[in-house]
């Protein structure tokens, strides 16, 4: 009875360190060609992971930065995970989105809002508020002469 409690505690333990929450506790710049990695703070222990991040998007967390770290197969030597800075986050509603560099010196972002707009922000202040929802009359090639908006 004693081996099956101890095998029981084992796997358990396997379980619960296959999926950790922890800190960004250093990280590397990307290299191109290579996976970016950065040091996780969980459970008392700091380890090397490399970074995951959807197709088409790039990131490095800051320091920080909350992340969950993966056992690939449940093997410690196999490690990947995914972070962001959510006190770096601007404010948004439902159902809209940013997209940006949060943690830059000066913060600059895409958002696409509720009414279906584009907005560029800069350092906090909106730059362009309609990015792409109205047409113009009179573009020539270049972009150097444009008419006025068309109603």
Request: aromatic content about 8%; proline content about 9%.
């Amino acid at each position: 009875m004693e081996a099956v409690l101890s095998a029981l505690r084992s796997f358990r333990n396997k379980i619960l360190t296959m999926i950790q929450r922890g800190t960004v506790h250093n990280q590397e710049p990307y290299v191109a060609g290579t996976y970016p990695t950065m040091q996780i703070s969980a459970m008392k222990k700091t380890v090397d992971v490399e970074i995951v991040n959807p197709y088409g998007f790039a990131s490095v967390p800051p320091i920080g930065s909350l992340a969950v770290k993966f056992n690939v197969q449940g093997s410690s030597s196999n490690q990947v995970g995914v972070a962001y800075d959510p006190k770096t986050i601007p404010a948004h509603n439902p159902a809209e989105t940013v997209i940006g560099a949060f943690s830059a010196s000066i913060p600059t972002y895409l958002k696409f809002t509720q009414q279906g707009t584009i907005e560029i922000w800069k350092g906090g202040v909106p730059v362009i508020m309609d990015l792409v929802t109205h047409l113009h009359a009179g573009v020539t090639t270049g972009g150097d002469l444009s008419g006025p908006p068309v109603p």
